[in-house]
């Protein structure tokens, strides 16, 4: 064999070789795909969108079925129907879907009458020109489209902490400076004071599912289901359903969820900022973090927790004010592995920043 035919095999090996590594084909240092990163130890979820991705199909069905098990499952009395009554004793759903491929989105607010929020989200996105659809047209929509409903919201267990807080004045609640006539209402305007209902944050009384799967094509899809803050605002709409705020994603840098008091998070829409700055080389870490602060530095008593997740799998998140986990499945894994991120109030008070660590 001549030299030159050697010379070219060699150039061609390694020409293969760095073309293996570029796409992270061999590289020990990158995660195998598919992946599935959700908000929460919403394990049964988290399998059932894993099982539907694994198993070769779309990263958007992927997250439409973790979503919709969380709403069968009634994740933490949050998600889906019979949890989280507005002031009028409804339970209402907010959903949003997004396609990182084609930076599709699909969504429904106050949603009544019908369960399945991420299913609706779906045929907003796949079968309208509209990104959001609310209140009760979005219903109307949904079962025109073959959604089960209409159907009551509420359970037992929403109706009997409804009257707990009605006989307890209306109190916490999220209005503020106002009078009530009466303990519960109609209530008017108070110029120049400060009179609050006392709503306070906990991930009891409101939280999010918000769901990322990359699929083995590369693509990227998010998903968010919940049905809002307990004892809300009739027609509050929060960041669940809002692309950017509580998911965004983009397959060709990563995705982002986010969890927490969403009125205030989504004045900042952190999940469309942490995407961004990972486009211009920021580590998922530094971006969850960095998004965190920004939050913090306007509003410090806000509670709250994002994860991010890069092109390449590498996931990391950042909280303020709780303890926040948030759950992966990939192919190392023998079972969904939950991560644990706490604020670090020291390095916080030094440094003026905010960090996190996992677990």
Same mark, same amino acid.
């Given at each position: 064999?001549?030299?030159?035919?050697?010379?070219?095999?060699?150039?061609?090996?390694?020409?293969?070789?760095?073309?293996?590594?570029?796409?992270?084909?061999?590289?020990?240092?990158?995660?195998?795909?598919?992946?599935?990163?959700?908000?929460?130890?919403?394990?049964?979820?988290?399998?059932?969108?894993?099982?539907?991705?694994?198993? %070769?199909?779309?990263?958007? !069905? /992927?997250?439409?079925?973790?979503? @919709? +098990?969380? =709403?069968?499952?009634?994740?933490? $009395?949050?998600?889906?129907?019979?949890?989280?009554?507005?002031?009028? %004793?409804?339970?209402?759903? !907010? /959903?949003?879907?997004?396609?990182? @491929? +084609?930076? =599709?989105?699909?969504?429904?607010? $106050?949603?009544?009458?019908?369960?399945?929020?991420?299913?609706?989200?779906?045929?907003?996105?796949?079968?309208?020109?509209?990104?959001?659809?609310?209140?009760?047209?979005?219903?109307?929509?949904?079962?025109?489209?073959?959604?089960?409903?209409?159907?009551?919201?509420?359970?037992?267990?929403?109706?009997?902490?409804?009257?707990?807080?009605?006989?307890?004045?209306?109190?916490?609640?999220?209005?503020?400076?106002?009078?009530?006539?009466?303990?519960?209402?109609?209530?008017?305007?108070?110029?120049?004071?400060?009179?609050?209902?006392?709503?306070?944050?906990?991930?009891?009384?409101?939280?999010?599912?918000?769901?990322?799967?990359?699929?083995?094509?590369?693509?990227?899809?998010?998903?968010?289901?919940?049905?809002?803050?307990?004892?809300?605002?009739?027609?509050?709409?929060?960041?669940?359903?809002?692309?950017?705020?509580?998911?965004?994603?983009?397959?060709?840098?990563?995705?982002?969820?986010?969890?927490?008091?969403?009125?205030?998070?989504?004045?900042?829409?952190?999940?469309?900022?942490?995407?961004?700055?990972?486009?211009?080389?920021?580590?998922?870490?530094?971006?969850?973090?960095?998004?965190?602060?920004?939050?913090?530095?306007?509003?410090?008593?806000?509670?709250?927790?994002?994860?991010?997740?890069?092109?390449?799998?590498?996931?990391?998140?950042?909280?303020?004010?709780?303890?926040?986990?948030?759950?992966?499945?990939?192919?190392?894994?023998?079972?969904?592995?939950?991560?644990?991120?706490?604020?670090?109030?020291?390095?916080?008070?030094?440094?003026?920043?905010?960090?996190?660590?996992?677990?």
């Amino acid at each position: 064999m001549s030299t030159s035919t050697n010379d070219l095999r060699f150039a061609l090996f390694f020409f293969a070789l760095s073309c293996s590594l570029a796409l992270g084909g061999e590289s020990s240092n990158t995660v195998k795909f598919p992946l599935v990163v959700s908000t929460w130890p919403f394990l049964e979820a988290v399998k059932a969108a894993w099982n539907v991705v694994d198993g %070769g199909l779309s990263a958007l !069905d /992927a997250v439409e079925e973790g979503c @919709s +098990t969380c =709403e069968e499952l009634r994740c933490d $009395g949050t998600v889906g129907p019979g949890g989280s009554p507005d002031e009028n %004793g409804e339970t209402t759903i !907010d /959903a949003m879907i997004m396609n990182g @491929s +084609t930076m =599709e989105v699909g969504a429904v607010a $106050g949603m009544r009458y019908v369960s399945n929020g991420i299913k609706a989200a779906r045929l907003v996105m796949e079968h309208t020109e509209h990104t959001l659809l609310v209140g009760e047209q979005a219903s109307i929509f949904a079962i025109s489209m073959g959604v089960p409903g209409p159907q009551n919201l509420s359970s037992d267990e929403s109706i009997r902490k409804w009257l707990s807080w009605k006989g307890s004045n209306c109190k916490p609640n999220f209005r503020k400076n106002v009078v009530p006539a009466d303990g519960c209402g109609p209530y008017r305007p108070v110029c120049g004071a400060d009179t609050r209902g006392g709503g306070k944050f906990d991930r009891l009384s409101h939280d999010t599912i918000s769901m990322a799967v990359f699929d083995r094509m590369g693509s990227i899809a998010v998903g968010t289901s919940t049905n809002g803050a307990t004892f809300k605002v009739p027609g509050r709409v929060g960041d669940g359903p809002i692309a950017g705020s509580a998911a965004y994603a983009d397959s060709e840098v990563g995705a982002c969820g986010a969890t927490g008091d969403g009125d205030i998070m989504m004045r900042f829409l952190p999940c469309y900022q942490v995407v961004e700055s990972m486009r211009i080389g920021m580590e998922p870490k530094t971006a969850a973090e960095d998004v965190i602060r920004r939050i913090r530095r306007k509003y410090p008593d806000f509670v709250g927790a994002v994860f991010a997740v890069d092109r390449s799998g590498v996931h990391a998140g950042a909280s303020h004010r709780w303890d926040f986990q948030y759950a992966v499945m990939s192919p190392e894994m023998d079972d969904v592995q939950v991560f644990t991120v706490r604020p670090q109030i020291n390095v916080e008070v030094r440094n003026n920043s905010l960090m996190g660590f996992h677990e």
